[in-house]
């Protein structure tokens, strides 16, 4: 990694430029702020005024709380007086109930032969199924090789026949494409009442 850094600082001939590029991702706390001046928050949201960090530091010392730096783009830069890890625990505790109310759509995929048998089909229609009642979204594909691709529109009927083995669950979105050796279809699940 430092040398990675040694690579850019040389490329980029300044120094200043080099740190610019940094992005801080922690936020600022106590002795890590080393602005003169500071715009300071109480902890109870009030406006204490400007002042010099050193002089907040004190002021969050003598609370027993810490100075964390919550705007370091405004001018001066805005600190405010809080017990940090407590704040950590929220914000943590917060993105965490957030991600469980996410859904998260899966992509699964399946993939067909123009000369599948009609129990082969039978069978990925069944897991089709399976994926789309879980709520996955499904790319279902027909792979040709060689002189299959002179006969196209066997593809699109064993992509019929798939369809019309899933129509309970899932519809497809659009009609099918080429990409390339594969004829390829979107089918999403369909809503449920």
């Known amino acids: 990694m430092l040398f990675a850094l040694f690579l850019y600082v040389k490329q980029s001939e300044s120094f200043d430029e080099f740190w610019r590029c940094i992005v ?24 204490l005024g400007i002042m010099s960090a050193k002089q907040a530091l004190e002021l969050a010392t003598t609370q027993e709380l810490d100075l964390v730096k919550i705007s370091p783009n405004a001018v001066p830069p805005v600190c405010k007086i809080m ?4 704040y950590k625990y929220e914000s943590a505790k917060r993105e965490k109930e957030s991600k469980k109310k996410q859904k998260v759509v899966v992509m699964k995929e399946l993939r067909l032969r123009p000369a ?31 002189r299959e691709l002179g006969h196209k529109d066997i593809g699109f009927v064993v992509l019929d026949k798939f369809v019309e083995l899933i129509q309970e669950q899932g519809t ?22």
Request: aromatic fraction near 4%.
């Open 116 to 146: 599948i048998e009609e129990n082969d089909l039978k069978t990925k229609a069944k897991m089709g199924t399976k994926f789309l009642a879980n709520g996955d979204k499904l790319k279902v594909s027909v792979r040709f090789r060689g």
């Open 83 to 86: 017990d940090y890890g407590k």
């Open 24 to 47: 801080i991702k922690e936020q600022q706390i106590n002795e890590e702020i080393r602005d003169k001046e500071i715009r300071l928050i109480g902890e109870n949201g009030e406006q």
């Open 172 to 193: 497809p979105v659009g009609k099918p494409k080429m990409e390339g050796n594969n004829l390829v279809l979107m089918v999403e699940p369909t809503a449920k009442k």
